[in-house]
């Protein structure tokens, strides 16, 4: 694919509700990220894979979040319990090893 | 204390002048420095990477880096109206994740 695409675009979720979101990243990027882009603010590092190994979970906020990628390729987003804290928009980077990250559309993700 | 700072904007200046857009950070371990730009519900697209001190140019875009005085800017030369959006810088020590600045938003005035 020419980007990496990032699914559901749009998300809205009564809290309490659990809530999975999807990245595909660039075909042969051995590296894929989570991050979450508050309003107004900066993108903030929540996971890190490296193909199937998830390498750095130092940034996910709380055990209500969880991030997998099996098979080395896509990867899931799964946020159990949603709280309105979590409204965000989440973005999943990928790329080759220590180089340049691209970056997905980002899924925006309200809670209510 | 943020490890990177960046003024948040917002941003005018009119279509044709030189843009400047600057962070500064705290972390001596950044080695890698970037600018993205993202457009309104857009994911960021990154328009340069650098790695030494010094001046890396592209097009319009001159990235500077200024390690010992841990400081980092974007130069737009004739800026266009296509050029408003949010620039974010972000940085990295030897590890993975990026570190991001605020981002300043920018607007070009035609």
């Known amino acids: 694919g020419a980007g990496v695409s990032q699914s559901p675009r749009y998300k809205v979720a009564k809290r309490g509700q659990d809530v999975a979101l999807r990245c595909d990243p660039i075909?042969?990027?051995?590296?894929l990220f989570w991050y979450q882009q508050a309003l107004g603010q900066g993108p903030e590092f929540l996971t890190y894979?490296?193909?199937?190994?998830?390498?750095?979970k130092s940034g996910l906020p709380s055990d209500r979040f969880f991030a997998e990628r099996p098979e080395g390729s896509v990867s899931t987003l799964k946020i159990q319990r949603t709280q309105q804290e979590d409204s965000a928009v989440y973005l999943c980077?990928?790329?080759?090893?220590?180089?340049?990250?691209?970056f997905g559309p980002g899924t925006r993700l309200t809670v209510t | 204390q943020k490890e990177v700072e960046q003024d948040p904007g917002p941003l005018s200046v009119p279509e044709g002048a030189i843009v400047s857009l600057n962070c500064t950070y705290s972390?001596?371990?950044?080695?890698?420095f970037m600018w993205y730009r993202q457009y309104s519900r857009k994911g960021p697209e990154l328009l340069m990477y650098?790695?030494?001190?010094g001046n890396k140019e592209d097009g319009r875009f001159t990235a500077q880096v200024d390690k010992s005085s841990k400081y980092i800017s974007l130069f737009i030369r004739d800026s266009q109206p296509s050029d408003s959006a949010t620039y974010l810088c972000?940085?990295?020590?030897?590890?993975?994740?990026?570190?991001f600045g605020t981002g300043t938003r920018l607007t070009i005035i035609p």
């Open positions: 980077a990928s790329s080759f090893p220590l180089a340049e990250q691209y």
């Open positions: 075909s042969g990027h051995v590296s």
């Open positions: 894979f490296q193909n199937e190994a998830q390498l750095d």
């Open positions: 972390n001596s371990a950044f080695q890698y």
């Open positions: 650098t790695y030494s001190s």
């Open positions: 972000a940085m990295k020590s030897g590890n993975e994740k990026l570190t």
